[in-house]
């Protein structure tokens, strides 16, 4: 647990922080509230039962001279409809303190999505290289909202640990034997169940992350290659593996059900169990039998009101255990962050300006060799693009035709040496965005949104800021004109998801138009020949 508070104090910023200690004085009162609603409706009943009793409890005797009532009968109603009235403030404020939390929990899960989203698209390329999309997906999703369901367990508990304390002492005052008695053994049997039960707990959380990625997998790759999926008739072998971890998954999710129910049918046995010990230890020691039902009362209410918060204690204990997996990822993946400051993307917003190209592009003593591997791919390499140039890069399967397109982009970082445009190092943090915005791409395979040919040729330019006639000047270059102005919805024509609804040749014309937009001066071709 001190772990887990350690890690999230240094994920939450400090605005965060204070909002979650206005959310514990709010349960501590809303504690407060709950446990002298509790209390006060037996003493109103015994009331109700005998009017009379009023003069016999000093306290309430001074309360109905005080108000100057006439009789207890009056009196017996004014108590009762403030019992109402004292119910009904008491609910809306628990209403308040619930909005409360869940305002901060949903609104900051968002929050860190957004900022593991980010987290994501600031790491290198060559990170893409060995990563899992489905990892990736999972992170992002559901690790962000298992881990404020960890937040809001911790919460939760806290809450509940005030109302066990607050109702503890209540009982104490009436019967302090009997109610150290229930608390210890209450206490003791959470204890135990919490040393027991937390690694299988935690064990099946962690199932959970690992098979929950396989089902995205297994998805994923089903719907990205489905075409090599009917025409191998390779269906079932997806589904099988599908099945394989769907059975983990549900095994991970049945374990954490049936031992979260457990403890509440131990917790019940405990307390029965107590409470005839308890009775025999009374006759061992002569106790009169003719007295007890006051005793076997007085333990059954402080079982009925003890018991179902000690179970929600262990409840949000176990969730807390079940769901750390989840909050220790997304803690690792923003290890790097402190609050919101270093999450900022305005080094990742496009260029305005383009880094001039007027005489060459250089590459000089290039060294570079793939992450967690021996062999060099550029051993010292020198490489002078002259402007007005068109240079083929040739070479057998794995010699670095496409390695060497990727250094020049500055999506693998070299070793050593440099690449320069006119003298500038395009590497440089000022020049990069600048360099990206004067080069048109087109890789070997043309990437598609699930969007319109507007959207997919302006990539990633918002709606309003895209250039009308730059767009049909390119769209006329790569010889897309005729094929838009025959289909009925023309440029709002959607594409499908990966470009389904349109051939090959339409999609790398696509892929051609959306490197020229931006009128580069440089433009790199990966495999021209295709």
Known sequence: MIKIFKKMNHLLDKKQKRFMIVLIIMMLVGAVLETASISIVIPVVALVMDQNAVMNNELVASLYRFLGFSTPRAFTIFIMMSLVVAFIFKNIFLYIQQKVLFRFIYTNQFRTSERMMKNYLRRGYEYYLNA????????????????????????TLISEIIVFVCLAAVLFIADPKLTLTISVLLIITLLVIKKILKPIMY????????????????????????????IGGRETYFIDEYIKCGKGYVGAVQKYSLFSNIPKLLIETVCVAGMILYLLVLMLMGQDTSNM????????VAVVRLMPCANRINNQLNNIAYF???????????????????SDITDLMPAKEKLPVKENITLKDICYKYPNTEKWIFDHADLT??????????????????????????????????????????LDKANYRKWLKNVGYIPQTI???DDTIRRNIAFGVPEDEIDEDRLWQVIKDAQLDDFIKSLPEGLET????RGIRISGGQRQRIGIA???????????????TS
């Open 447 to 449: 990437f598609m949104l």
């Open 132 to 155: 899992d999309t489905a990892v990736i997906q999972r992170n992002i999703t559901s690790d962000v909202n298992n881990m404020y369901a960890l937040i809001l367990a911790i919460l």
């Open 293 to 300: 039902m006051g005793v076997i009362s007085a333990f059954g």
């Open 494 to 497: 959607g594409i499908g998801e």
């Open 324 to 342: 750390e997996p989840f909050f220790m990822g997304v803690s690792d993946n923003l290890q790097s962050e402190i609050g919101d400051s270093n």
């Open 385 to 426: 693009i002259n402007i007005g140039q068109s240079v083929g890069i040739v070479g057998t399967s794995g010699a670095g035709k496409s390695t060497i397109v990727d250094v020049i982009l500055g999506l693998l970082k070299v070793q050593s040496g440099s690449i320069t445009a006119d003298g500038a190092e395009v």
């Open 514 to 528: 959306r490197a020229l937009y931006e009128n580069p001066e440089v433009l790199i071709l990966d495999e021209a």
């Open 203 to 230: 064990k099946a959380g962690k199932d959970n992350q690992d098979y929950y990625s396989g089902l995205f997998k297994w998805i994923s790759q089903t719907v990205t290659g489905i075409k090599e999926v009917k």
